[in-house]
């Protein structure tokens, strides 16, 4: 899988605005970093971070860090690697942390290092990737992101014929303002603490 022949933002300036915001928010949040970890650390026995292979650029493999929010070793607990919302695997601090969305802070460290973008789909697992059709592969031309197009439009309410739909349609519109809006809508959807449904994407996304 090759890159596509992107223009300017995609090939440079998007990478740039990724390094240096994702190095200005690892100094800013540190002390959250260092907060949340001692917590997780008196709230349940395992490790801070949880640590996973996922498909990157050109599917290319990395480890994606998360904060911890699950028991230890939950992937060989219950339903595997399938989490629900009332999840008993969850952890209290872990449940805080996933309606916040502070468990994915740590992929912060993912966008300084080149491994992901803070716009962009979500990385997958190699079990979901190996069923990915040709033409949905696609979505792996660009770098994965934080949040994504998907994310903002129904997040875990799309099933994943859905998600790749946003994906790609994602990949062919790629522009500056485009992940400018995404970012400011996550925001807002991350201070509402909730999903955003089909039926309230924004007329700037539905025109793309």
Known sequence: M???NFGFYRNYFKRLIDFT????????LSPLFLIIAVVIKLDS???VLFIQER???????????????MVNNADRLG???RTSKNDVRITKVGNILR??????IPQLINILKGDMSIVGPRPTVEKVTLQLSKDDLKRH???PGITGLAQVNGRQSLNWAEKIKYDLKYVDHL????????????????FKQDSVHKEEISKEFKNL
């Open 141 to 143: 031309i660009v770098r």
């Open 79 to 81: 339903s595997g690697l």
């Open 21 to 28: 915001l994702s190095l200005i928010a690892i100094i800013l």
């Open 99 to 104: 309606k916040t969305s502070l468990d994915e």
């Open 2 to 4: 090759k890159h596509a």
């Open 55 to 69: 498909a990157g650029l050109n599917n290319s493999k990395f480890r994606i860090y998360k904060f911890r929010t």
């Open 45 to 47: 026995k395992g490790p």
């Open 175 to 190: 522009t500056f303002l485009v992940d400018f809006k995404i970012l400011i809508k996550t925001i807002l959807v991350v």
